[in-house]
């Protein structure tokens, strides 16, 4: 939710999650902000962090991709090939 982020999209990436997270039964997902993570050009991003997994960073996502990264990863627990950037590039500290 950088500057970038924001002129991209991701206001709208944004509603979707939260949106998506409301409709769903999960209790253990923790959805939150950041800031210009240096990737102007594939804005928006996510990073999915699970516990034990490496991180994956999904980029150039709109509001229909968020939701099935959520639907697919954060539920469904696989990764979605086809707007994954990278795994495993980021850790939790």
């Not at 954060?74 to 994954?84: F, H, K």
């Amino acid at each position: 939710m950088g500057t970038c982020g924001i002129a991209a999209g991701a206001r709208g990436v944004m509603k979707a999650l939260t949106e998506e997270l409301e409709k769903s039964d999960a209790k253990d997902v923790l959805l939150s902000i950041s800031s210009c993570a240096g990737l102007c050009s594939r804005e928006p991003m996510v990073t999915i962090e699970e516990q034990g997994k490496p991180a994956v960073k999904y980029v150039d996502l709109t509001a229909e991709k968020a939701r099935k990264i959520f639907s697919e990863h954060v539920l469904g627990g696989r990764i979605v090939n086809d707007c994954a950037l990278a795994a495993g590039s980021e850790r939790t500290l």
